[in-house]
């Protein structure tokens, strides 16, 4: 295998200062290339440390955030992952080096399209793709033993709840999904495993999301992956 970008090893280096252990979750992030994600204009700032513009007003996670959810979810290879909020799909990649396959959900028509070019640009076969509302979560394929949201929600709603496996993690920014300006946004990532009782909370870091959004675009809807269209 080809030697990773410099650019990465430099970005890993500092996740690990950032306390980032988990030394798979380092190594998925060092064999995905984020300049395939981010748009021409940022192509020179792919690998900061910094969350940057994607099409349709929405961001591409800073990789610190990346790597904090990634961990948090203690993922194995034989694990199904429902992520919400596929964007450019770059979190959706890191996820799909360290199980068995993603499920992910978004609501805008183009950035669902360019994720699954970029995916199959890279070779990934083990992301699926739908083109819909993440607040329904995809109880087609349910239960999932990890659930991953990308966008704020102020609570989780129950039908995504109910799609998790008891046993099963849930990372999520929890809290304010709007503001007068970002400074005065209140979200912590959150993690909730599921026990046989009830949930159990906790919170990881303070973290600025973009909101979810309900419902779809008025966009074409379809899947990538030849799943039932809604
Ligand atoms: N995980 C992405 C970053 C996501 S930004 C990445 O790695 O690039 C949040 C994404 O959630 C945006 O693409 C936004 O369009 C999407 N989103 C917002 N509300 C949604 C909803 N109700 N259902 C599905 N996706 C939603």
Not at 46 to 72: F, H, K
Not at 113 to 130: E, M, V, Y
Not at 136 to 149: C, S
Not at 209 to 220: A, D, I, N, R, S
Request: net charge negative; with cysteine.
């Amino acid at each position: 295998m080809a030697e990773p970008d410099p650019r990465l090893i430099e970005l890993v280096m500092s996740l690990r200062k950032q306390g980032i252990t988990d030394f798979k979750v380092l190594s998925a992030i060092e064999r995905t290339p984020r300049e395939v994600f981010v748009d021409a204009p940022f192509a020179h700032a792919a690998y900061d440390n910094t969350a940057l513009p994607i099409a349709c007003g929405q961001t591409i996670s800073q990789p610190y955030v990346v790597a904090v959810s990634t961990e948090a979810l203690d993922l194995d290879e034989k694990m199904r992952v429902l992520e919400i909020g596929t964007g450019s799909g770059y979190q959706a990649s890191v996820l799909s080096r360290l199980c068995r396959r993603v499920y992910s959900v978004e609501r805008h028509w183009s950035l669902h399209l360019d994720a699954g070019r970029r995916f199959k640009a890279l070779k990934i076969d083990n992301i699926s793709t739908r083109h819909g509302d993440g607040f329904l979560g995809w109880p087609e394929q349910a239960p999932f033993d990890r659930i991953l949201f990308t966008a704020a929600v102020r609570e989780i709603p129950d039908v995504v709840l109910e799609q998790l496996k008891p046993g099963g993690i849930l990372v999520a920014p929890i809290g304010d999904v709007a503001g007068p300006d970002l400074e005065s946004i209140s979200q912590l990532l959150t993690k909730m495993i599921r026990t046989e009782t009830g949930w159990k909370k906790e919170a990881l870091i303070p973290v600025v999301f973009v909101p979810m959004l309900p419902g779809v675009p008025l966009e074409k809807r379809e899947t990538h992956d030849g799943s039932e269209q809604r």
